[in-house]
C-alpha cells in the first residue's frame, strides 16, 4: 500500500472555479485602473506602453484607422469571420504567459512577457501590411526586432530556421474546437529572415498593449510577407535545422509555400496577387515586390527563382 507524506490538501483550500474567475476580473480592473500605477508594467489590452521611440523601418504612409486594425481580422482560434476575432478574443488570457525559446541554441531560456517588455527599446514602427486576401493596412506596431532576442539565446551552427508557434487551449481559444488548421498555428522563417531588423517581435500597435485579437500578448510581425506569416499569440520558439511546415502548407501546400513573399506576379493564390485594396480605399492599386520592402530584403533571395520558391 502507498503512503503519503504530504497530506492531501484540503477542500477548503482549493479556490472554487467562481472565486478564482471572479480575483482574475478584480486584478484586471486593477490593471486598468488608477491603481494600475502599481503594478509591474503594462498589462492589459488598451493600456499605453511607456517609452517607446519612433524608428527609422517607418514608411510614411496614411494609417489605417485604429478601428479598422482591431475590428478586421484573422485570428481563426477565434472563428474565421473577419469580426469574430474581435468577438470572441476577450477569453484569451494573456497573463501569466510564457515564451519557450528551445532547440539548436546554447542558451534555451523560458522568458515571461514582463522580461520580453523588457529586452530591447520599444519602437513605433508603422508597417504595410498585406493579407494573401489581396486587402493591406498600414498599422503602427510597436516592439522590436525579434533579433533582439534571438542574440540571447545564441543559436548553434545548425540553426537554419526558425519555428514560432501559436498558443493552443481550445478553453480559451473555441476555434480551435473546430480543425479548420491543424492547432496550434504554427510558422516558420529561415535564419536570415528572422535575423532581419525588420522581423519584428510585437507587443503593441497604435502606441498601447496589443488587443487580444492582434495577436496578444506577443506576436511576430514580417512585413514583405504575406500576413499569415506574421503568428500571433506565441508561446514557443524553436531553432531548427530543417525546414519546418507551417499550418498553412498543411493545410493547402500548393498555396502556401514556405517563403510567402508577397508577389504580384505569383499567380498560385485563388486571389489575383497583382492588386490590393488599402482597408478604407475604393479604388485598387498594384500591388509591391516584397510588399514595397525590396530595398531592405531583395538581397535575401538573391539567385532565387522566387516562383519556384513561393
Ligand atoms: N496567427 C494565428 N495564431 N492564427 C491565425 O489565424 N492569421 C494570420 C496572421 N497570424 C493567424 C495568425 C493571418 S491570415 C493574417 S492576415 C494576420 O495574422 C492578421 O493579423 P491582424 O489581424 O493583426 O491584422
Known amino acids: 500500500m502507498r503512503t503519503y507524506n504530504t497530506p492531501p490538501i484540503p477542500a477548503s483550500e482549493i479556490t472554487p472555479k467562481a472565486l478564482f474567475l ?36 517607418t514608411v510614411p504612409e496614411e494609417l489605417t484607422p485604429y478601428k479598422a486594425v482591431t475590428g478586421y481580422n484573422n485570428f481563426y482560434e477565434f472563428g474565421t469571420g473577419k469580426e469574430d476575432p474581435a468577438a470572441n478574443a476577450g477569453s484569451l488570457k494573456t ?53 533582439e532576442l534571438i542574440k540571447r539565446v545564441e543559436p548553434t551552427g545548425n540553426a537554419k ?72 499569440s506565441i508561446v514557443k520558439i524553436r531553432f531548427l535545422e530543417t525546414q519546418p511546415v507551417s499550418s498553412w502548407t498543411e493545410a493547402n501546400p500548393s498555396e502556401y509555400g514556405f517563403y510567402s513573399n508577397v508577389n ?3 499567380d498560385n493564390f485563388r486571389w489575383s496577387q497583382a492588386k490590393e485594396r488599402r482597408i478604407g480605399d475604393f479604388f485598387k492599386r498594384p500591388t509591391l515586390l516584397f510588399n514595397g520592402y525590396a530595398d531592405e530584403v531583395a538581397p535575401l533571395y538573391a539567385g532565387m527563382d522566387l516562383k519556384k520558391y513561393y
Open 95 to 147: 497573463r501569466p504567459w510564457t515564451v519557450a525559446v528551445e532547440g539548436e541554441v546554447h542558451k534555451p531560456a523560458v522568458f515571461d512577457i514582463d522580461q520580453i517588455l523588457k529586452m530591447a527599446s520599444l519602437e513605433e514602427r508603422i508597417y504595410r501590411m498585406r493579407c494573401v486576401e489581396a486587402w493591406s493596412m498600414v498599422v503602427p506596431w510597436v516592439g522590436f526586432s525579434l533579433a
Open 161 to 232: 530556421f526558425v519555428e514560432f508557434i501559436s498558443l493552443h487551449d481550445p478553453e480559451q481559444m473555441p476555434g480551435q474546437r473546430s480543425s479548420v488548421l491543424n492547432w496550434p498555428y504554427k510558422e516558420g522563417l529561415r535564419m536570415d529572415e528572422a535575423m532581419h531588423p525588420l522581423t519584428l517581435l510585437t507587443v503593441g500597435l497604435y502606441g498601447e498593449v496589443l488587443p487580444n485579437q492582434n495577436g496578444a500578448p506577443v506576436r511576430i510581425v514580417v512585413p514583405w510577407k504575406y500576413g499569415y506569416k506574421s503568428a500571433k
Open 264 to 266: 504580384p506576379e505569383a
Open 22 to 57: 471572479a480575483r482574475r476580473k478584480f486584478m484586471q480592473t486593477l490593471g486598468s485602473g488608477a491603481l494600475g500605477a502599481l503594478m509591474p508594467a503594462a498589462l492589459w489590452a488598451g493600456e499605453k506602453l511607456a517609452d517607446v521611440k519612433k524608428s527609422a523601418y
